[in-house]
């Protein structure tokens, strides 16, 4: 179907968005017309404001509009505790338990040598200077458990071992509700690694 100009470009651009497909790019497209002008107008104010004041944090590499990040400056914070994340939806993810007190470090990805990125390319000597620089007594490694996630904690144990802290890994295992014969071996592998004692 050919759609007028402007629409077409609006649902060519949030194609262009991970995981929104054709039709989906197309029910976006036809929503935002519909919408109040001023509504549209406040949704392109926000979208430009959050490209323009977001940048990343100088410590943990966090999305942030202030730097110092809000967790980095935050002082209830435990700043002897450092969780290493992938990426900053990693970060949202566990900071939504509301379970986890410490301070994080984004990687900004993984060791994929396939797709060309090496450990010079994540933010790694960050995370050993941090480490080298201030009193860190823990270095949580909640990576995602796929061969990228563990090739990169692998390396990162390794350079970490030498300054003698506590290195821990989060545990993987079975989602609530999910039953065992449907588990992949990786998964219930991780699940049988993380139990703990009750």
Known sequence: MEYTKPLAKLIEY????PSIGPKTAQRLALHVIKMPENEVKNFAEALIEAKTTISY??????????????????????????CVVAETKDLMAIEKTNEYNGTYHVLQGLISPIDGIGPDDIRIKELLYRVNQNDIKEVIL???????????????????KPF???????AFGLPMGSELEYADEMTLTRALEGRIEI
């Open 164 to 170: 003698n802290i506590k290195i821990t890994r989060i």
């Open 57 to 82: 944090c100088n410590i943990c590499f966090n999305m942030s509009s202030s730097n110092p990040c809000e967790i980095c400056s935050n002082p209830t914070r435990n700043k002897n505790i450092v």
């Open 14 to 17: 949030f194609q262009k968005l």
């Open 142 to 160: 909640a990576l995602n458990p796929s061969v990228e996630g563990e090739a990169t904690s692998l390396y990162l144990n390794k350079l970490l």
